[in-house]
C-alpha cells in the first residue's frame, strides 16, 4: 500500500512540474512541448495591404474543374454587381438512326415543343449553394453560339479566349454568339425565381421526384428545324450535330436589380440532367413516346463560366483598384494602410500584403518554431459580414510572389491550412517555411496574394480588417514564435 502510495506522490508531482503555462501572452501555450523551451513570440502586422483585381490572371475553366457552373447576377452594396453566365456544348448520345428510330415502326414523328431544363445543384444544408436573395427574380436569355466549344482547349473567366473560326483559323476575344436571336419561347427575357429546393413530383400520387431544374421552353422555329435536322441521321451522329447545334451561352446580365434587390448566383448542374428535351408524338397514334434527351454530360461537350464584374457601385473597392481601366488594371492604392480588403470568388477581387518589416529579422539569431498568417473577417458593419445572404468561403488560397506576379503556393497545399475556423472567426496558414526562407535572405520577396481557393467554382465572399486596423479586432498579422540562439547558426 505504501508502495502505489508513493507511486502516486511521485506521478502528481512529475504533472505539476511538466505544466504547460496556459497563462503565457506570448501564446506559447499551443505549441508542442518540445517548442516551449525559451519560446518568445512576436506579431507582425502587414506595411501594405490593398485590393486588386486579378485580370491577368483569370479563373481557367475547363470542363473537367467540376460538373457545375455558376449562373445568376448579384448586386451587392459592398462588392458592387456580378454577372455570372455560362457557355456550354451538348452531346447526342443515341444509338438509333434518327427519330424514327426511336418511334414505333410506320409512325412519322411530328415536333411539338422543346424545353432546356437547367438543373440546380442544391445540396440541402450547404452553404455553397447560392450566394445572395434567391426572392429576387432574374431575367434569364440563351443565345446560340457561332463556334464550337473544344473540349481539350482551355477557356479563361475574362471570357478573352481563343476559339477555331471553323476555317482554319483562330481568333481571340469574347467567343461570339448571335444576340440577335434569344432562344428563349417568344424571344424575350424568362423572368424566374430560382428555386433550388423545390423537388417536382415525376408522377402524380407518388413518392418520386425529379431534380430541382428550371424548365425554360425554347423557340418552336429553333426548336423545329434542329428535330427536322435529327431525322436525316443527325441524331446519332455527334459530330455532325455539333454542326448545327453548337452551343448556349446563357445568362442572367440583362435583369434589373434596383437596391434594395439582390438577386442571386447559384449552381447549375452541367451534366446528363441538364439536356434539351424535344418532345414529339407520331402522326396517328395516340401513344406518347418520351422524349429526346441532348444533355451537356458527354465526353465531347465543354463548358466553362464568364464572369462580368461592375464596380462602379462599390465606391470602397473602387478606391483600391483602377477605375480608368473598363478591366480594373492593378494599382497600388494612394493610401497603403487601407482601412479593409475584398476578397470575392467568382473570378473577382483578391488581397494584396506585403511584409517589408519582415526584413528586419533577417540579422536575428533566431529559429522559427512556428508561423501562422491569420486573417479576421470585419463583423463589425452587417454588409461586411451577413451570412443569410453572403456566405463566407470555406478555404482561402495563398500565394507567393516573383517580379512577374503570383508564382503558386508557398507551402505544401495539403497541410499549410487556409480554411475557415467558426470557432474563433478566422482563416489561419501554416506558413513556418516560407518565413524561414526570408529570414535566412533565400528569398526577398514579401507580399503575398491572397485569394478564394478554387474561385472559378465558388461565389462567396469576404471582407478583412486592413494594414489601417492594428488596434481594432480584426486586423490581419503574423504571428512568430521562435528562440533566440546562444550560439550563432
Known amino acids: 500500500m505504501l508502495k502505489k502510495v508513493c507511486i502516486l ?47 491577368t490572371d483569370s479563373v481557367v475553366l475547363t470542363s ?28 447526342t448520345d443515341y444509338s438509333a438512326t434518327g427519330v424514327g428510330g426511336l418511334a414505333p415502326v410506320g409512325n412519322e ?26 426572392s429576387d427574380p432574374l431575367s434569364l436569355d440563351i443565345f446560340p453560339l457561332k463556334h464550337n466549344i473544344s473540349p481539350d482547349t482551355n477557356y479563361y473567366s475574362t471570357g478573352n479566349n481563343y476559339y477555331y473560326t471553323g476555317t482554319g483559323g483562330y481568333l481571340h476575344g469574347p467567343m461570339p454568339y448571335d444576340a440577335t436571336k434569344n432562344l428563349v419561347h417568344g424571344g424575350h427575357s424568362l423572368v424566374f425565381n430560382p428555386h433550388l429546393w423545390w423537388f417536382p413530383p415525376i408522377k402524380k400520387d407518388t413518392n418520386v421526384y425529379g431534380n430541382p431544374a428550371l424548365a425554360v421552353r425554347l423557340r418552336d422555329d429553333w426548336g423545329e428545324a434542329l428535330f427536322n435536322t435529327l431525322q436525316n441521321g443527325y441524331l446519332n451522329n455527334n459530330t455532325l450535330f455539333q454542326q448545327v447545334c453548337k452551343g448556349f451561352y446563357i445568362t442572367t446580365q440583362h435583369s434589373i436589380m434596383l437596391q434594395p434587390a439582390y438577386g442571386s448566383i447559384f449552381f447549375v448542374q452541367m451534366n446528363s440532367n441538364t439536356s434539351i428535351n424535344f418532345y414529339y408524338h407520331n402522326k396517328g397514334s395516340t401513344i406518347i413516346p418520351p422524349p429526346i434527351r441532348i444533355s451537356t454530360g458527354g465526353s465531347s461537350c465543354a463548358r466553362f463560366g464568364y464572369f462580368k464584374h461592375d464596380y462602379s457601385i462599390a465606391p470602397e473597392i ?38 517589408p518589416s519582415l526584413l528586419q529579422w533577417v540579422n536575428k539569431n533566431i529559429v522559427i518554431n512556428k508561423a501562422e498568417l491569420v486573417l479576421k473577417p470585419d463583423k463589425s458593419n452587417s454588409d461586411f459580414f451577413n451570412l443569410s445572404k453572403y456566405f463566407l468561403p470555406g478555404r482561402l488560397y495563398l500565394e507567393g510572389d516573383t517580379l512577374g506576379g503570383p508564382k503558386g503556393l508557398v507551402e505544401n497545399e495539403y497541410t499549410f491550412g487556409g480554411y475557415y475556423d467558426i470557432t474563433n472567426n478566422q482563416y489561419l496558414f501554416e506558413i513556418p517555411h516560407t518565413v524561414d526562407q526570408i529570414l535566412t535572405q533565400k528569398t526577398l520577396n514579401t507580399k503575398f496574394y491572397v485569394t478564394v481557393f478554387n474561385g472559378g467554382l465558388f461565389a462567396e465572399r469576404v471582407v478583412f480588417g486592413g494594414a489601417a486596423q492594428t488596434t481594432t479586432g480584426y486586423p490581419i498579422k503574423l504571428r512568430l514564435w521562435y528562440t533566440t540562439l546562444t550560439t550563432k547558426k
Open 64 to 91: 473537367n474543374l467540376s460538373n457545375s457552373n455558376l449562373l445568376g447576377s448579384i448586386n451587392d452594396p459592398v462588392f458592387g454587381r456580378t454577372d455570372a453566365s455560362i457557355y456550354c456544348s451538348f452531346e
Open 318 to 355: 473602387l478606391q483600391q483598384i483602377s477605375p480608368l481601366s473598363p478591366n480594373y488594371a492593378d494599382t497600388n492604392p494612394s493610401s497603403p494602410k487601407t482601412k479593409n480588403v475584398f476578397l470575392q470568388g467568382a473570378g473577382g477581387v483578391g488581397i494584396v500584403l506585403k511584409f
Open 9 to 55: 506522490l511521485f506521478v502528481a508531482l512529475l504533472a505539476l512540474s511538466c505544466k504547460k503555462n496556459t497563462d503565457s501572452p506570448i501564446g506559447a501555450s499551443v505549441l508542442p512541448a518540445s517548442d516551449l523551451i525559451n519560446a518568445e513570440y512576436a506579431e507582425i502586422y502587414p506595411d501594405v495591404s490593398y485590393t486588386k483585381f486579378r485580370l
Open 109 to 134: 414523328p411530328v415536333f411539338d415543343s422543346v424545353v432546356l431544363a437547367l438543373a440546380y445543384n442544391y445540396i440541402p444544408n450547404s452553404s455553397t449553394t447560392y450566394v445572395g436573395d434567391t
